[in-house]
């Protein structure tokens, strides 16, 4: 019956990564510090117009232009988490402050790139992007394999950095339990302004990817955030290894639905699993708790 | 010079009432000193101030003749001063090994941290047999092991604990005094809180007595222990509790 | 943690002073005043049209506002997809117009309650969680609800549906939507007001500072939650329900968007959470401030931007909002201090 099933595994892999590496700055961000980031497709989306404007402008390849999004969008991250999070570490009503901040900043991420790019439906279209492999019949988009294949390898970079630095030592700990983090003598604000730059560098780098992936327009972030939300609570909120498995779960999941149902329905896999999760298991499949309150 | 000095702190949380009402308290090099005190007096609250997890609103605290008060808990550690607190600050996630690790967190010498880990095997064969094992696996008696041995791989100038006893079985509350006995041999010296507070003095070299948010008492332990208005006040139902 | 944000116990103590006994009468000069706004339409040409208008927009959002705050504000669970609700009103009006003709005028108390029950079956199942699960379940639940009409061919789809005016000319057109949103806006209010004295609201603003320790005080917190969710959802599907023919049409891309969800967060921030005045001086002053820019300026991106800056200086510097810090500061006029 399902003649297409080695195509949407094929198509589900390859996108996989590409949404694995969106969420894991979200999952990260909120592991340390426990910020639901609802501006991280917003930061994404920064970084797709910066990567399209080097594209246009600078004819510069997106994969190259990785190169500047990475570092930019971690400086921008430690900057916004100066800002906005640093003073609110004590406050008692931390989580719906956090929460409400990321909103509003997303709301003026919106604004401004309306404002500097207007409406339009942006993409970049390197020569990649519309090239295709083919395995007998499976059809291999260029774009798609490159974006999950470099998506994935980021992860792993992430995840060396998480396991084997030592601030990587100090980001683990703090997501642990940040009180005993303190105790041994970690820097916990210090840790969490750079585990946050971390998490909008993820992005960043997400979001150079995107460019030649996706399409995009200034509010088209809000979809994402739910797509994103969906993978992460699916895996345990904070675990990097949860939002990898989630994110190709739900992508599979979403690209046989596409292929089944109708495209229309794709983005409700997401959803639907995101509300269901959230109701029936708020811990994710895999993760350890998600702190209330 | 004291080793430590306290001098008048005032502390409390957020933007509630002072929990410390003008506690002078002081440490001396090479002791082992225990804070005794009824429930709710301050006694978690005095060492989280010292740590630098709360700030004294009024007063000081002098370690090693240097103004501690407005430093973070990571500049504090890196003066010498560790605190294990009451709640068993492990990482659930992490492996015995990395554990160890953070404990020397603050320690320079990466090299000198292998030799202290070794070490902490060597004290606590326990834990070497399960290096690789997530903290959060480990038994009560092992996670306050493994609490000890970072400890161990720090190796402080003072270290604070807060109730290391709490929840332990007899047997190995008596190996957990030895232990802190075995701190100070290695050349720590030890402020530690004990609800235990027979045993806690039995193993201490002086004592002190905190109600209220004030230092109503102190002097040497067997002087405490033999006080009768301690003894009636602080002691009594300790004593009940442990003979029934 | 300090806990000063919200204080259960009444706090004022200037009951007797003249401020307070002149606040009655001055309300009730306005609300009068209000009333007979449309009076002067007889004088005029139709150019008061445009005050009428943005009366109605006020009212609307006030009804908002003040509705989401008896979840978001006393409560504290916050959502920030109230606007399912408004969705619910909105198209259940505008098919009984289109299907039956009936007009929204009747039809407009029925989907109050139809978005009550449908708020009451939600809540039961997504108030058992808290804190950010709670926060982007009601996220979720907009987006699955957006998926379904965008998709749904019986409810118009992406393109919505185009409602028929009513048979009244320019000059009176808006007259009875604007009698009818007053009311609307005024009867939340009130019921906002009663829940903040009752027994009920107290017990609602013990759970939003600690929910555990309400528990074992004995307020059946679950039965409150849900009730108060179910209370929110009511006045939000009336108001829904008139907007859809004030404006002729319903579709995804108003009702389901999720700045739509967003303002009536905005707007009880800005004047005060957990405060009954604050969500009405909150709404006045976004739909003043947005109406002025985009007449001045033009343009929706200014105002996105506008809503969030907005939010992030109040949530930095006021997080009790206007008429949370004026009370702290203890100069909240007699006029404003409903609570
Ligand atoms: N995190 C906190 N926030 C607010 N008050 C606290 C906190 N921790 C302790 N207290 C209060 O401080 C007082 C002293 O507590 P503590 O220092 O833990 O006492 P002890 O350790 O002597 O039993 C108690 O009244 C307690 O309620
Ligand atoms: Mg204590």
Redo the contacts between chains.
């Keep these: 019956m399902i003649a297409d099933l080695p195509q949407i595994i094929v198509t589900g892999l390859a996108l996989g990564g590409l949404y694995a590496l969106m969420a894991s700055g979200l999952t990260l961000i909120?592991g340390v510090m426990?910020i639901?980031n609802?501006a991280h497709p917003a930061f994404i989306f920064i970084s797709a117009y910066i990567t399209w404007k080097l594209f246009t402008d600078l004819s510069i390849d997106p994969l190259v232009a990785l190169a500047v999004t990475m570092p930019v969008m971690f400086v921008f991250g430690m900057i916004v988490y100066k800002l906005?999070f640093a003073?609110e570490a004590?406050?008692?009503?931390y989580?719906?402050?956090t929460?409400?901040?990321t909103?509003?900043?997303?709301?003026?991420?919106?604004?401004?790139l309306?404002?500097i790019f207007k409406g339009t439906v942006r993409s970049t279209n390197p020569p990649y992007s519309q090239q295709a492999f083919f395995i007998g019949d499976i059809f291999l988009s260029r774009a798609q394999l490159y974006a999950g294949l470099i998506g994935i390898g980021l992860i792993a970079f992430l995840w060396v950095i998480l396991q084997y630095t030592?601030i990587g030592?100090?980001i683990?700990?703090t997501t642990?339990?940040r009180?005993?983090?303190?105790?041994?003598?970690?820097?916990v604000?210090r840790t969490s302004m750079i585990a946050f730059g971390l998490g909008v560098a993820m992005a960043g780098a997400a979001g150079s990817l995107f460019s030649f992936v996706f399409t995009f327009f200034?509010?088209g972030h809000?979809?994402w955030?739910?797509i994103l939300?969906?993978l992460i609570?699916l895996g345990g909120?904070g675990s990097l290894p949860g939002a990898v498995i989630g994110a190709y779960l739900l992508t599979i999941a979403s690209v046989f639905v596409n292929d089944q149902i109708g495209f229309?329905?794709g983005?409700?896999t997401f959803?639907?699993a995101?509300?269901i999760v959230?109701?029936v298991r708020?811990q994710g499949l895999f993760g350890?708790k998600?702190?209330?309150? | 010079m004291s080793l430590l000095e306290i001098d008048g702190v005032v502390a409390g949380y957020g933007r509630g009432p002072d929990i410390l009402r003008g506690v002078d308290l002081t440490v001396e090099e090479g002791e082992v000193q225990c804070i005794i005190g009824p429930n709710g007096a301050g006694k978690s609250t005095l060492l989280k101030t010292i740590a630098g997890l709360l700030r004294p609103r009024k007063g000081r605290v002098v370690f090693q003749g240097e103004v501690l008060n407005g430093l973070r808990p990571d500049q504090i550690i890196r003066r010498g001063i560790a605190f294990l607190p009451q709640e068993r600050s492990l990482f659930p996630d992490m492996t015995v090994l990395e554990n160890l690790r953070m404990g020397g967190y603050a320690l320079e010498d990466k090299s000198l941290m292998s030799e202290r880990i070794e070490e902490a095997f060597a004290q606590f064969p326990i834990l070497k047999e399960r290096y690789k094992q997530k903290a959060r696996t480990l038994s009560g008696g092992q996670q306050q092991m493994l609490v000890m041995g970072r400890a161990l791989v720090l190796r402080p100038h003072l270290v604070m604990l807060d109730e290391p006893s709490l929840g332990l079985a007899p047997q190995i509350v008596a190996q957990l005094f030895e232990i802190v006995r075995g701190f100070k041999d290695q050349g720590m010296t030890v402020l530690m809180v004990e609800q235990n507070a027979r045993q806690g003095l039995n193993c201490a070299d002086r004592g002190c007595v905190l109600d209220l948010g004030q230092r109503v008492f102190d002097g040497p332990a067997d002087g405490i222990l033999d006080d009768p208005r301690i003894q009636e006040l602080y002691l009594g139902t300790q004593k009940k509790a442990e003979t029934s | 943690m300090a806990t000063a944000d919200v204080s259960v116990t009444d706090n004022r103590d200037t009951t007797t002073s003249s401020g307070y006994k002149s606040r009655k009468y001055i309300l009730g000069v306005i609300v009068a005043a209000l009333a007979l706004v449309p009076v002067l339409q007889w004088q005029t040409t139709n150019n008061l049209n445009f005050w009428l208008n943005l009366l109605i927009i006020i009212f609307l959002w006030i009804t908002m506002s003040t509705s989401w705050n008896i979840i978001g504000g006393y409560a504290g669970y916050i959502s920030l997809g109230h606007n399912v609700f408004a969705a619910i009103g909105g198209y259940l009006a505008a098919m009984l117009l289109l299907r039956l003709d009936i007009p929204v005028f009747v039809t407009a108390p029925f989907a109050g309650l139809v978005a009550m029950v449908v708020g009451f079956v939600i809540g039961l199942i997504t108030l058992r969680v808290r804190g950010p699960a709670f926060i982007i379940s009601t996220i979720a639940l907009v987006l699955v609800l957006r998926t379904i009409i965008d998709n749904w061919d019986f409810l118009g789809g992406v393109r919505g549906l185009t409602l028929p005016l009513i048979g009244l000319d320019v000059q009176l057109v808006k007259i009875p939507f604007y009698y009818a949103m007053l009311l609307v806006a005024l009867l939340s209010i009130y019921f906002s007001y009663w829940i903040r004295h009752s027994k009920f609201g107290l017990g609602l603003r013990a759970i939003s500072q600690d929910e555990i320790k309400a528990e074992t005080a004995g307020i059946p917190t679950k039965m409150y939650k849900v009730l108060a969710y179910a209370a929110s959802a009511f006045f939000i599907g009336v108001a829904g329900a008139l907007w859809s023919q004030y404006v002729t049409f319903v579709d995804p891309g108003t009702y389901l968007i999720i700045l739509f969800g967003a303002r009536p967060v905005l707007m009880t921030l800005l004047g005060g959470k957990g405060t009954v005045a604050g969500p009405v001086v909150g709404a006045a002053l976004v739909i003043l401030a947005t109406e002025f820019s985009e007449s001045q300026f033009g343009g929706t991106e200014l105002n996105v931007i506008g809503v969030g800056v907005v939010m992030i200086i109040v949530l930095l510097f006021f997080p009790d909002g206007l008429v949370g810090s004026l009370r702290r500061a203890g100069r909240l006029p007699a006029l404003l201090d409903w609570d």
């Design positions: 909120f426990r639901v609802l906005f003073r004590d406050n008692p009503r989580i719906e402050i929460v409400l901040t909103f509003a900043l997303a709301l003026i991420i919106e604004g401004v309306g404002f030592r030592y100090a683990r700990a642990q339990n009180s005993a983090a303190q105790v041994v003598g970690v820097n604000e200034p509010g809000w979809e955030l739910a939300l969906a609570v909120m229309k329905w983005p409700m959803f639907l995101l509300f959230l109701m708020p350890s998600i702190e209330a309150t």
